[in-house]
């Protein structure tokens, strides 16, 4: 059993009864639908959702035939359930994942990075022609900006002094897989692969380190940015974690637009709406939306570990579906 049937088989056993292969898809890849959304935290996986976001569904489901081959997991009716004699170290390993509040912001980090270490070694170097390590035109044009105003006469050292520290003071367990990413002068960064071949490990683990230790620098950023002003500056804005349909509704909303008028210019169904609006609350837990309930009441509803919403409403009759999501995907990240 790999990394990667950890982090599958871990999944499942949070969720405790059996899931199909279609949520365990949107969990892993971080599809964030609205059911999905909401699922993550009602399961408490949310620090887990979105991985592996270049997932393929195929590819899950041939994993997942040869769990159950093995006896680490049942098929059953209603879907996949883990075994229960078994024991699994993912959330052990990587105590530190924020799946769902760095999702795609963790991605977009680490490329921005790696062009950024090129870029200004190979200009320390006096290198003029290359091949761009990431081809990406919107991180190619957000490395142009960043390097805009940037002491080119210093930030080179500037830079490796930030990198030192990250691994220093991180204390990164397996510094090799993090650095041998990175390219400049006439160095070309290895692949995952490459790197597991090297050092004769399987690739999802050197996968699965690498994000983890993006994912804890960006907790220490957050708490600390004047301590990393070149790496803090690679971060994206936290408004791309969200989708792009609920960012508009989002922008309607912070402009004044109420649920009503929202519903009226985007012309989507008002489920789609309520949907966008726990999709920004799950993101942004500070954010106010429409008819969200009192912090003392999504205090109490989360003090018990739920499994079903019409747990919840029978619990909480006055509260529609819409509120009791909200206050679902309120929860911080349980590990």
């Given at each position: 059993?790999?990394?990667?049937?950890d982090?599958?088989?871990?999944?499942?056993?949070?969720?405790?009864?059996?899931?199909?292969l279609?949520f365990?898809?949107?969990?892993?890849?971080?599809?964030?639908?609205?059911q999905?959304?909401?699922?993550?935290?009602?399961?408490?996986?949310?620090?887990?959702?979105?991985?592996m976001?270049?997932?393929?569904?195929?590819?899950l489901?041939?994993?997942?035939?040869?769990?159950?081959d093995?006896?680490?997991?049942?098929?059953t009716?209603?879907?996949?359930?883990?075994?229960t004699?078994?024991?699994?170290?993912?959330?052990?390993?990587?105590?530190?994942f924020?799946?769902?509040?760095?999702?795609?912001?963790?991605?977009?980090f680490?490329?921005?990075?790696?062009?950024?270490?090129?870029?200004?070694?190979?200009?320390?170097?006096?290198?003029?022609?290359?091949?761009?390590?990431?081809?990406?035109?919107?991180v190619q044009?957000?490395?142009k900006?960043?390097l805009?105003?940037k002491?080119?006469t210093?930030?080179?050292?500037?830079?490796?002094?930030?990198?030192?520290?990250?691994i220093?003071?991180?204390?990164?367990?397996?510094?090799?897989?993090?650095?041998?990413?990175?390219?400049?002068?006439?160095?070309m960064?290895?692949?995952?692969?490459?790197?597991?071949?090297?050092?004769?490990?399987?690739?999802?683990?050197?996968?699965?380190?690498?994000?983890?230790?993006?994912?804890?620098?960006r907790?220490?950023?957050?708490?600390n940015?004047q301590?990393?002003?070149?790496?803090?500056?690679?971060?994206?804005?936290?408004?791309t974690?969200?989708?792009?349909?609920?960012?508009?509704?989002?922008?309607?909303?912070?402009?004044?637009?109420?649920?009503?008028?929202?519903e009226q210019?985007?012309n989507?169904?008002?489920?789609?709406?309520?949907?966008h609006f726990v999709?920004?609350?799950?993101t942004?837990?500070?954010a106010?939306?429409?008819?969200?309930?009192?912090?003392?009441?999504?205090?109490?509803?989360?003090?018990?570990n739920?499994?079903?919403?019409?747990e919840?409403?029978a619990?909480?009759?006055?509260l529609?579906?819409?509120?009791?999501?909200?206050?679902?995907?309120?929860?911080e990240?349980?590990?």
């Amino acid at each position: 059993m790999d990394k990667l049937d950890d982090y599958i088989l871990t999944v499942l056993k949070k969720c405790i009864t059996p899931r199909k292969l279609p949520f365990l898809y949107t969990i892993l890849a971080g599809r964030r639908t609205g059911q999905a959304v909401q699922d993550a935290h009602l399961f408490q996986v949310q620090h887990l959702f979105g991985l592996m976001p270049n997932l393929k569904s195929r590819f899950l489901e041939a994993r997942l035939i040869e769990l159950t081959d093995q006896g680490m997991v049942a098929s059953t009716e209603n879907g996949y359930i883990v075994q229960t004699d078994i024991e699994l170290f993912f959330e052990q390993d990587y105590p530190n994942f924020q799946g769902f509040a760095f999702q795609r912001q963790a991605f977009d980090f680490f490329a921005h990075l790696r062009l950024a270490v090129q870029v200004v070694s190979n200009k320390h170097h006096q290198k003029s022609y290359y091949l761009p390590i990431i081809r990406d035109k919107k991180v190619q044009g957000f490395i142009k900006n960043w390097l805009r105003n940037k002491d080119q006469t210093v930030l080179a050292n500037q830079l490796y002094e930030e990198l030192f520290e990250w691994i220093k003071k991180l204390n990164v367990a397996k510094p090799a897989f993090l650095i041998e990413r990175f390219s400049g002068g006439d160095l070309m960064g290895n692949t995952t692969e490459q790197i597991a071949a090297k050092y004769q490990v399987e690739k999802w683990e050197v996968y699965f380190e690498v994000l983890h230790e993006i994912h804890r620098l960006r907790v220490f950023i957050k708490k600390n940015p004047q301590e990393w002003v070149l790496l803090e500056s690679l971060v994206p804005s936290e408004i791309t974690a969200l989708t792009s349909s609920a960012l508009q509704t989002y922008t309607l909303w912070q402009n004044g637009a109420d649920l009503d008028t929202i519903e009226q210019i985007r012309n989507l169904k008002i489920s789609t709406i309520q949907d966008h609006f726990v999709e920004i609350r799950a993101t942004y837990k500070e954010a106010r939306v429409p008819y969200l309930p009192d912090e003392e009441l999504i205090k109490t509803i989360n003090q018990s570990n739920w499994r079903l919403l019409r747990e919840i409403k029978a619990a909480f009759p006055d509260l529609d579906y819409y509120q009791i999501r909200l206050a679902v995907v309120s929860k911080e990240g349980d590990k």
